[in-house]
């Protein structure tokens, strides 16, 4: 699965209540653990299971 992205929008919007260091840091764990891509404006998803089990070990508590 692949998406495009506009980081620019998500660095920008004080909306999601994340600054861009941690935009940059969680995109590059998820990429050094393979999980996903990133490649300019696109983020390919490789690993969903992955994903999904991460979510939900964050999410359960």
Do not use: C, N, P, W
Not at 6 to 23: K, N, Q, W, Y
Not at 33 to 55: N, P, R, S, Y
């Amino acid at each position: 699965m692949r998406l495009g992205l506009d980081l620019r929008g998500v660095f920008g919007g004080a909306h999601l209540g994340l600054t861009s260091e941690t935009v940059t840091r969680t995109l590059t764990f998820l990429q050094g653990e393979g999980m996903i891509l990133v490649d300019g404006k696109q983020i390919t998803f490789l690993e969903l299971d992955k994903l999904e089990m991460l979510a939900a070990q964050i999410y359960s508590t």
